[in-house]
């Protein structure tokens, strides 16, 4: 299956470990819901850099965010290699409907995994007293729903291309 996708480019990709890279992207998150929202994106952060793909282009292309995540799990790119794939952005709680929270969840091919997530206002303001950092390294119990990407692209023995033709650079 072949979906064309606008693809977003953070530069420069600030960090390097784990937690650095999600800081960098929870600082994204924070300051999109300041400017009015956050909307949800899947992303992948490689070598130089980070892209991100808006997820209502995913579901208008027909396909399962978390298929399309399992894709790019097992993609090659220019712009390096591979370290981690994941979501960003503004979420509807399942387990408490209509709570809004705001969420930056990476995944690693080891199966480690970082989430930050905070929950919204009626007004759309993040309340800075509900955000909270999980990780696998520290023991975390990873959220239910979320994740497996690395492991599905496997399993279905997926392969994904990227082509650069309509990148967009975000500073």
Not at 98 to 109: A, D, H, K, T
């Amino acid at each position: 299956m072949q979906v064309q996708l606008k693809i977003r480019t953070l530069r420069p990709r600030e960090a390097a470990d784990d937690d650095s890279v999600g800081t960098q992207l929870v600082a994204a998150v924070q300051s999109a819901v300041r400017k009015g929202g956050a909307p949800t994106v899947a992303l992948t952060v490689r070598d130089e850099r980070i892209d991100l793909f808006r997820t209502v282009e995913i579901d208008n292309a027909y396909m399962p965010v978390d298929v399309f995540l399992a894709g790019l799990s097992r993609s090659e790119a220019p712009g390096g290699g591979l370290h981690c794939v994941g979501v960003m952005g503004t979420f509807t709680r399942r387990d408490r409907p209509g709570v809004r929270q705001v969420m930056v969840f990476l995944e690693w091919e080891d199966c480690r995994w970082w989430l930050w997530r905070g929950l919204l206002d009626a007004e759309g303001a993040l309340l800075e007293d509900t955000e909270s950092v999980l990780r696998a390294v520290d023991g975390d119990t990873k959220p239910m729903r979320i994740g497996g990407w690395w492991s599905l692209g496997r399993r279905r023995g997926m392969q994904g291309r990227l082509d650069a033709h309509s990148r967009q650079t975000v500073h």
